[in-house]
């Protein structure tokens, strides 16, 4: 359901912070850095942080920077530092290649 980036890495956009957001995220860089074996997401130090996590609430994305982890879902299952934790639609929208929704409906 998602396409590779021609550039070979996309930069990718997770909106929703909750139990599947975190869980994503997380179980790409398990995957070494892909998404269901087809996506490569990008985890070196980049400027442009490719992979980006947003929360719609900013308490809530105050608390994943302080603690890197989703301590109401997932508790103990670190979020990588490589991860732009925000809650700036914008921030994470810039640039990216890939969005996924993750946002309970």
Partial sequence: WLLAHPGGAARVAVFGAGLIGSALVGAVRRQGGRLLGHVPWHWGADPGQRVRLWSARPENAALLRQHRENRRFLPGIPIP?????????????????????????
């Fill in 81 to 105: 530092p490589e991860i732009l934790l925000t809650e700036d639609a914008r921030e994470a929208l810039a640039g990216a290649d890939v969005w996924v929704s993750a946002i309970p409906t």
